[in-house]
Each structure stands twice: as C-alpha cells, then as structure tokens.
Nanobody, 122 residues
Framework: QLQASGGGSVQPGGSLTLSCTAS????????MSWFRQAPGKEREWVSC????????KYSDSVKGRFTTSKDDAKSTVYLQMNSLKLEDTAVYYC?????????????????WGQGTEVTVSS
C-alpha cells in the first residue's frame, strides 16, 4: 500500500528525491514518516509530515539538509535530500500512521513501504 522510489547512488554533496505513493488508504488522515536503516544498524526515524497541517519534523542528523513534503491529491510524500553525506547511506522506508501528528516510533506505524536504497560514495 506504500510504494517508495527514487533511490540510487550519488556522490557526497549530491542530491536525491525519494517518493512514496500510497494506495488503499485515506492518505490525508495519515501522518507520514521516513525512516532509514544503514548496514548493521537499527532502523531510525528521519523525518515526518503531519496529516492535517503538513507540519514537518526532522531528526538532528538531517535537519537543514532534508525536506519532507506531501501532495494529498497524489497521495504521495517526498523526501528531498541535499548535501548528502557518506553516513546517509541506507535503505530508506516510508511509513504511515493513522494519526494527525507523527509519533516517530517504528512500532506505531501502520503501513510500511518496501524500502529504496540510497548509496552515497565517492
């Protein structure tokens, strides 16, 4: 029900935009988040956008470099990633929770996308 896309390989300092399109859910009733999981590490929360007012929040590690937005008409959430660093290498997952605002917790997400891989290397 969540389909993520847009991953790829990029050099440090480069940019990528991830997309996640929902189907079969009432998209605008869901707070949407991005998580990522680097090799050998636990999945971590990256960013989110609330359902009713599109309020965005970011982890400290990506604040100022990543931007999350959504298009309710397209049932799609985006993650614009700029100034990418080696440590941003991970599989990125979109997730949705049936709440107005983001919980940032893995266990509270109701839906998950399949993940899209981002590799930052020189």
């Amino acid at each position: 029900q969540l389909q993520a896309s847009g991953g790829g390989s990029v050099q440090p300092g480069g940019s990528l935009t991830l997309s996640c399109t929902a189907s079969g859910i009432t998209f605008n009733y869901h707070a949407m988040s991005w998580f990522r999981q680097a090799p050998g590490k636990e999945r971590e929360w990256v960013s989110c956008v609330s359902s009713i007012d599109a309020l965005t929040k970011y982890s400290d590690s990506v604040k100022g470099r990543f931007t999350t937005s959504k298009d309710d008409a397209k049932s799609t959430v985006y993650l614009q990633m700029n100034s990418l660093k080696l440590e941003d290498t991970a599989v990125y997952y979109c997730a949705g929770e049936f709440r107005y605002y983001c919980s940032k917790h893995l266990s509270l997400q109701h839906y998950w996308g399949q993940g899209t891989e981002v590799t930052v290397s020189s």
